[in-house]
């Protein structure tokens, strides 16, 4: 493993069970223990069909192209990026959980554009398509189902078997994209919950840099399952 200071400019993308998942200047994802400096590779972005490698005259890979497609529509014309800049346009977030049946880990990656879900457990040499659904939000794992929640309400995903299930388990229940933030919790006494934090659009500037929405102080949740 590189000393620290090698990966200061990597992004953090999530974090659980103290590990950290990073993005480094290639848009490539590590878990990094940072206690133990233990550090794993994750399966390759180029494995993931939004993601193309474009390669150099010596076999390289010098460049992506970032699709803008999804399973459901082709939005805009896709990009081409130097490899550190994909990871601007392509990661937003990633979760890790603890999988006791295998006694190994299950990483769930929400990645651009519109929040779309793989994921990959360790030692996989690519990552798993869950869903042609798109603006995933947050997700749990439990006893080998992992709840995943969209903008609208939604979804969630048998890992148990060797053939992935997808089932509904809570139809939509907003009709408008973008005016709240959709969170999955644990309530002490078993349940999942749903968390709707409310986006209050507003505008500013803090030190020189305008912002456009923030979040109000305030939450509403529902039961989930």
């Known amino acids: 493993m590189p000393p620290l200071h090698f990966r200061i400019s990597w992004y953090l993308i999530g974090s659980s069970h103290g590990w950290v ?48 497609d999804t399973k459901m529509s082709v939005t805009r014309r896709s990009l081409t990026l130097a490899l550190g800049k994909l990871r601007y346009y392509f990661h937003h977030k990633a979760h890790i959980f603890y999988d006791a049946s295998v006694g190994s880990y ?68 907003s009709d408008f994209y973008g005016r709240e933030r959709v969170y999955i919790v644990q309530a002490p006494w078993g349940d999942m919950l749903q968390v709707w934090r409310p986006e209050a659009w507003i505008n500013e500037e803090v030190d020189g840099h305008r912002h456009e929405a923030t979040f109000e102080h305030k939450m509403k949740w529902m039961k989930y399952i």
């Open 21 to 68: 998942i990073t993005v480094d200047e290639r848009s490539e994802m590590h878990l990094v223990n940072p206690i133990t400096s233990e550090q794993i590779a994750l399966p390759s972005v180029i494995t993931i069909e939004q993601v193309e490698p474009i390669y150099d005259n010596t076999g390289a890979i010098c460049k992506y192209n970032y699709s803008m």
């Open 106 to 173: 299950i990483v769930v990656f929400i990645h651009n554009p519109f929040g779309q879900l793989v994921f990959a457990r360790l030692g996989d040499e690519k990552w798993t398509r869950l869903s042609s659904y798109t603006n995933f939000q947050d997700c749990i794992y439990q006893d080998g189902v992992l709840y995943a929640v969209t903008a609208f309400g939604e979804i969630a995903f048998d890992l148990s078997g060797p053939v992935v299930g997808a089932k509904i388990i809570m139809d939509r229940v």
